[in-house]
């Protein structure tokens, strides 16, 4: 089973930076290089939505909301997915989610079979 671990939230004023790490362990089927990777967030209130996702040759795809603000990137050697995040706004505060699957590079939630727990970012006005 894939198991997946966020870290690297907080509460930072708006305007300034987080990076986001997730850890990936468990996987049996390929290797973690084959897995398309995903971050999500889910604000109070709000459904969840994708924020960024990367494919196997590293390309991202980013949400209109965080593009030019937002880098999603991976390390193969180390299972690892970031997420730099700068020029944080309020509406930036949810909770952040790392997600992986094998089907689709894609920021819908359909294409991924594996989740974490989350991380939770604040950011003030």
């Known amino acids: 089973q894939v198991h997946l671990v966020e870290s690297g939230g907080g509460s930072v004023q708006a305007g300034g930076s987080l990076r986001l790490s997730c850890e990936v362990s468990g996987v049996t089927y390929g290797t973690y290089s084959t897995y398309y990777m995903a971050w999500f967030r889910q604000a109070p209130g709000k459904k969840r939505e994708g924020v960024a996702a990367?494919?196997?040759?590293?390309?991202?795809i980013y949400a209109d909301a965080v593009k030019g603000r937002f880098t999603i990137s991976r390390d193969n050697a180390e299972n690892t997915l970031s997420l730099q995040m700068n020029s944080l706004k309020p509406e930036d505060t949810a909770m952040y989610y790392c997600?992986?699957?094998?089907?689709?590079?894609?920021?819908?939630?359909?294409?991924?079979?594996?989740w974490g727990q989350g991380t939770q970012v604040t950011v003030s006005s």
């Open positions: 997600a992986a699957g094998l089907r689709a590079w894609s920021l819908r939630e359909s294409a991924y079979n594996y």
């Open positions: 990367i494919d196997i040759i590293h390309a991202g």
